[in-house]
């Protein structure tokens, strides 16, 4: 059974411009998640996607925008970035109405 | 806006102590909670979900409810200097789409 991954696990982007996060879900997983993890702070909910569809937003604005794939992996994508944006991103798989998710190892942006 | 509270820290124990680490909630109605532990540089790992109160134990491990209170707790037994890490408390929605995290404590146990 392969764990959550994501790709890449580094990136250096310049303000203004735009970036594609890829998650690949837990074999069996159906729903995937996307969460903004500032340095020293607790990761926050990007929202959430089940059955190719958007099944719940945080509080971000729509520059962040996502996609799930028949195969249940995800892209996240961050339009015009912003300094703020910097941080780790995390995906995190689960099958609907299971306890808990599982985390990939995350995406470290910095946008400078 | 939901809140999910906790101590920043450091809390630090000697090895071989008991850690408490505790959460508060704002949503009176949220059904779900977990306790995820990170460390320096990883992605979080479940630790523990607990929905009913009272105490649920697995290992070293305990998590304890008071919904009426609006506080988790994790208390870890026979704490180890493995166990140093950044511990996050989760709340779950009641739509189960989403989870809220506190800003984690940061554990430290001394050998």
């Known amino acids: 059974e392969t764990g959550v991954t994501q790709s890449p696990t580094h990136l250096i982007k310049t303000r203004g411009q735009q970036v594609t996060l890829r998650c690949s879900s837990q074999s069996g997983h159906n729903t995937v998640s996307w969460y903004q993890q500032a340095l020293g702070q607790g990761p926050q909910f990007i929202f959430q996607?089940?059955?190719?569809?958007?099944?719940g937003r945080g509080n971000f604005p729509p520059r962040f925008s996502g996609l799930q794939f028949p195969n249940y992996s995800s892209e996240l994508n961050v339009n015009a970035l912003e300094l703020d944006d910097s941080a780790l991103y995390l995906c995190?798989?689960?099958?609907?109405?299971?306890?808990?998710?599982?985390f990939g190892s995350g995406t470290r942006l910095t946008v400078v | 806006q939901k809140e999910v509270e906790q101590n920043s820290g450091p809390l630090s124990v000697p090895e071989g102590a008991i850690a408490s680490l505790n959460c508060t909630y704002s949503?009176?109605?949220?059904?779900?909670f977990f306790w995820y532990r990170q460390y320096s540089g990883k992605s979080p790992e479940l630790i523990m979900f607990i929905y009913s109160n009272g105490d649920k134990e697995d290992g070293r491990f305990t998590a304890q409810l008071n919904k009426a209170s609006q506080y988790v707790s994790l208390l870890i037994r026979d704490s180890q200097p493995s166990d140093s890490a950044t511990y996050l408390c989760a709340v779950g929605n009641n739509a189960g789409n989403m989870l809220t995290f506190g800003g984690g404590t940061r554990l430290m146990v001394k050998p």
């Open positions: 996607y089940y059955r190719e569809e958007e099944n």
């Open positions: 995190a798989s689960s099958f609907k109405g299971a306890d808990g998710y599982t």
């Open positions: 949503d009176r109605g949220s059904q779900s």
